[in-house]
Nanobody
Framework: EVQLVESGEGSVQAGGSLRLSCSASEDTLCMAWFRQAPGKEREGVAHIWTDSTSGTYSDSVQGRFTISQDNATRTLYLQMNNLKPEDTAMYYC????????????????WGQGTQVTVS
């Protein structure tokens, strides 16, 4: 089973930046960042195949967030720029090893989450 550990929790002012990291214990086929704010549904923020250099984004973060990865260290990143108060949420790293799960964005493995607060 893949273990995922996020880091990068923080509080920033609107317009600021923050970078989240996620370390995976095994090789994966795809990874993603999700977020969930209190009282709201979980939202997929960014997704990437591990053999790709570019990801896909939700409309709410397109142009402000960048997903990237270092396959040598099995580390996923989320660079968040121009943060807004509505970006405040718990952010989760997710991953899968199967092609079907990756194509359908049904992630099997999840991290514990890391809190991002924008004021």
């Amino acid at each position: 089973e893949v273990q995922l550990v996020e880091s990068g929790e923080g509080s920033v002012q609107a317009g600021g930046s923050l970078r989240l990291s996620c370390s995976a214990s095994e090789d994966t086929l795809c990874m993603a960042w999700f977020r969930q704010a209190p009282g709201k549904e979980r939202e997929g923020v960014a997704h990437i195949w591990t053999d790709s250099t570019s990801g896909t984004y939700s409309d709410s973060v397109q142009g402000r967030f960048t997903i990237s990865q270092d396959n040598a260290t099995r580390t996923l990143y989320l660079q968040m720029n121009n943060l807004k108060p509505e970006d405040t949420a718990m952010y989760y790293c997710a991953a899968s090893q199967g092609s079907y799960n990756c194509r359908t964005k049904q992630y099997r493995y999840w991290g514990q989450g890391t809190q991002v607060t924008v004021s």
